[in-house]
């Protein structure tokens, strides 16, 4: 176990009284209200600050506060010039409220308020609007993110990140509540609510089940996000959604103008991927010491590392001959499986299963950067396109330079990303999804991680959709001119949204309805995908489509250098309402009388260890490790002790505490930098220490058994598997059946008859023992499973196995 300095939880009041969010879900767009609600119970006015996550596609547009019972509408403006209307109020005497959004990522945002006086009362109200996508089940998900874990700061960073500053509680200590209310609509009709989390019941307000409304159940403990999966009666029908312009705003811009979001599902043969497919597959997966956390932060659920290293073996298992892999691992350093990537064979897979089974969470920090560059600075195989997958907690503080350095190789390869963990980073997961033509998974609770990533290599071993486009059909008098790249890839079956903006004035001799048709070729043949929509645009206070457009625009224009997409995504942001990197909300309250008297005192919100990978990180023990620990406020180096415990090399760096300017009047006194104990950790987190090895399931077990080349060897320890001797098998074994066409047969028809739940985690590397069984024993295959189903006492259909 490691000793790093922590800071001891803070017994400072916290002014912050309750969160309370109401959400209203219509289809597959989410309108969200939050409201912060703050009371000053000290003797001097009080500045609160409060740095919380929010989902990376949110478009927060709006801010206001009741202070004092006067409504102050907060604007958006600049964000530098923002921050110092802040500064000079606070420092001034009056009450004024920031919000802004971290310059390295877009899924953390600091709020202030500053001046709240003694036995002073106030309510923070942020909206955003977010476009919710389908689960592979076809739930509908919307997450409240409910846990910020601290990002890591890498070496050669010139800055610092803002987790860095926030003290933690233990579980259960937070002084503030957190309630959720949500309303959910839908013409699809909802069938059920389903959530990690405690819920109330799900109360149906309509009679034919298009309406209900469902609470998050009193007591949550900030452990994990609040997530909701919602099922609708028919998730996948064509949607399109036409919003008129704002009010009083010139026709022309993207808010003067009407704006549409279409919702497509392309439809096409699902291509059972060959396995002579041709690929190169390379495995980038987070050994930083965080991966040592539970998946599901109780000590009976496997750890992250864990059930990454498991998913690497179904992965390996279920690779085509002939393609090309290689496999690295990143922390405060990153290695490799190979120099570069390998073909794929019997004797590199055998050689990479077993030191898949021997990977550790040892390396560290999170720097992700360095091995991204090492892995693009690779040449790609003639004729072997790249699919790249990313395993990560997300707690990276540079996340727009990832990001970056992956949409600058977009044209060479696909980014396949994972989420692992409470908590882990929608910035960074979706961001280099997004940038790489790939997708974005999150795996919590108890999800099993290989399932979702077998799913997306299904994906990567399909043939690329090519020949993208849409056409628009409209009166003469109306133009759609797309928001952002419009759809770049398309995988079967999933959601395709498409923003646009229609531009001209509908005339009253024009038809009222429009209709948008996605053209794409697959495999030489053509698919059009076709919405029809009412001209009629459809008006909406909040302009919730309008956000989102703006959303997705701005998503393509920032982490670009060109200065002119900078002053767009800066105008784009300013007219929109939507916050982005260079804006931020500001609100002051000027019609206090006489400027507040005495010293002004900062409060930081703390946030739970709860949920946090950093508890996990502090008790692993990586050579050489790169502590970022939240409480601190500081980069250490730590070296192994005499004892294997981590000994500080470097004295701690704080942050910059505050921008505020010096007054006479209403100045800022702050504490002096926080206190460091370097001693064990509290006797509170007993519960984290590592739990003992776990012993590996029987399908694990029968995966890493099987060949390359999709066959099982007959052998004693499949024999055990299957529950009988080998000396049984071999006596049953049908007349001039080769060995190890037997024991394939066996080990797949154990796999229908005892794994059967967990198929999208086999379905693939059963593929490959099929196509090697067709090619061995064709002629005979029937009778084989006949006498396999006979030994076994099982009854799998042999048409099950293409027979």
Avoid at 545 to 566: F, P, S, T, Y
Wanted: proline share 6%; with cysteine.
């Amino acid at each position: 176990m490691t000793s790093c300095g922590l800071l001891k939880p803070s017994r400072e009041p916290v002014p912050l009284r309750s969160i309370s969010v109401d959400v209203v879900i219509q289809g597959f767009v989410a309108d969200v209200v939050s409201e912060l609600r703050y009371q000053n119970e000290e003797k001097n006015p009080v500045e609160a600050i409060f740095v919380f996550p929010l989902d990376d596609d949110a478009a927060v547009y709006a801010f206001e506060g009741l202070i004092g019972g006067t409504r102050i509408e907060a604007q958006i403006g600049e964000k530098k010039q923002a921050e110092q209307e802040y500064d000079d109020a606070v420092s001034e005497g009056h009450q004024a409220f920031l919000l802004g959004r971290e310059e390295n990522t877009s899924d953390i945002f600091t709020c202030s308020l500053g001046n709240l006086p003694p036995d002073g009362e106030a309510t923070l109200k942020l909206r955003y609007v977010q476009a919710l996508a389908p689960e592979p089940d076809g739930a509908v998900r919307f997450v409240l993110p409910a846990v910020l874990n601290p990002r890591y700061v890498p070496r050669d960073s010139q800055g610092d990140t803002v987790t860095e500053s926030i003290s933690r509680v233990p579980k259960g200590q937070l002084p503030y509540t957190l309630s959720l209310h949500a309303t959910v609509e839908s013409s699809f009709g909802i069938n059920r609510v389903e959530s990690k989390c405690t819920l109330q019941p799900l109360c149906y307000t309509a009679e034919d089940r298009t309406a209900a409304q469902v609470s998050l159940a009193e007591g949550h403990q900030f452990d994990r996000d609040v997530e909701l999966l919602i099922y609708y009666e028919d998730v996948h029908k064509p949607s399109a959604i036409l919003e008129a312009g704002k009010p009083g705003v010139a026709p022309g811009s993207l808010m003067g103008d009407p704006a549409l979001l279409l919702t497509m599902y392309p439809s096409f043969p699902a291509e059972k991927p060959a396995q002579s497919s041709t690929g190169e597959f390379i495995f980038l997966l987070d050994r930083s010491g965080s991966m040592d956390c539970h998946t599901d932060n109780t000590p009976d659920s496997p750890s992250r590392i864990q059930s990454a290293k498991e998913t690497l073996i179904f992965l390996l298992k279920s690779l085509p001959l002939g393609c090309y892999f290689n496999i690295y691992g990143f922390g405060s350093r990153y290695d490799s499986f190979y120099p570069k990537s390998v073909e794929y064979t019997q004797e590199t897979m055998s050689d990479s299963l077993q030191r898949v089974k021997e990977l550790e969470a040892d390396l560290g920090g999170t720097e992700i950067l360095q091995p991204l560059k090492a892995i693009y600075s690779e040449p790609c195989h003639e004729g072997h396109p790249r699919q790249l997958f990313v395993f990560t907690d997300g707690e990276v503080s540079n996340t727009d330079k990832v990001i970056a350095e992956v949409q600058h190789h977009s044209s060479s390869h696909r980014c396949f990303s994972f989420g692992i963990g409470e908590g882990a980073s929608t910035a960074l997961i979706k961001g280099i999804a997004r940038a790489a033509g790939g997708s974005a998974e999150f795996i919590t609770g108890k999800e099993r991680m290989q399932a979702k990533a077998l799913q997306s290599l299904k994906k990567a071993l399909q043939p690329a959709v090519t020949k993208i486009s849409l056409n628009w059909h409209l009166p003469s008098s109306l133009e759609a001119m797309l928001v952002g790249s419009g759809p770049r890839v398309i995988f079967q079956g999933q959601r395709c949204l498409i923003y646009a903006q229609i531009c001209g004035q509908l005339q009253p001799t024009d038809s009222m309805t429009g209709k948008a048709v996605l053209h794409y070729t697959f495999q030489d043949q053509t698919f059009t995908e076709t919405a029809t929509f009412s001209l009629h645009a459809q008006e909406k206070d909040r302009l919730p489509i309008h956000r989102l457009a703006a959303q997705v625009l701005l998503q393509h224009l920032e982490g670009n250098e060109d200065e002119g997409k900078k002053r767009l995504a800066l105008e784009t942001s300013l007219s929109s309402g939507v916050v982005c990197s260079q804006t931020a909300y500001i609100g002051v309250n000027t019609d206090l009388g006489k400027p507040l008297q005495g010293s002004l005192t900062r409060r930081n919100i703390p946030l739970a260890y709860g949920g946090s990978g950093f508890m996990c990180a502090m008790y692993s023990v990586p050579q050489p490790m790169m502590c970022s620990m939240p409480a601190l406020g500081a980069r250490n180096e730590y070296s192994p002790g005499a004892l294997g415990f981590g000994v500080a090399k470097a004295a701690p760096r704080y942050l910059k505490i505050s921008r505020r300017k010096q007054h006479t009047i209403g100045c800022y006194s702050s504490s002096s930098p926080p206190e460091v104990a370097m001693s064990a950790a509290p006797q509170s987190f007993d519960e984290e220490k590592p739990s003992p090895k776990e012993e590996e399931s029987p399908l694990l077990h029968l995966v890493s058994l099987q060949n390359a080349n999709g066959s099982w060897p007959l052998a004693s320890n499949l024999a055990s598997i299957l529950g009988l001797s080998e000396a049984e098998i071999l006596s049953k074994i049908p007349a001039q059946v080769a060995q190890n066409v037997w024991a394939t047969v066996l080990a797949l028809l154990w796999l229908h008859s005892k794994a059967l739940e967990q198929k999208d985690e086999w379905e693939l590397l059963e593929m490959k023992a099929l196509n090697w069984l067709h090619a061995t024993a064709a002629p005979c295959l029937a009778e084989i499973v006949k006498a396999g189903n006979a030994l076994l006492g099982t009854s799998v259909d042999p048409q099950t196995l293409g027979v």
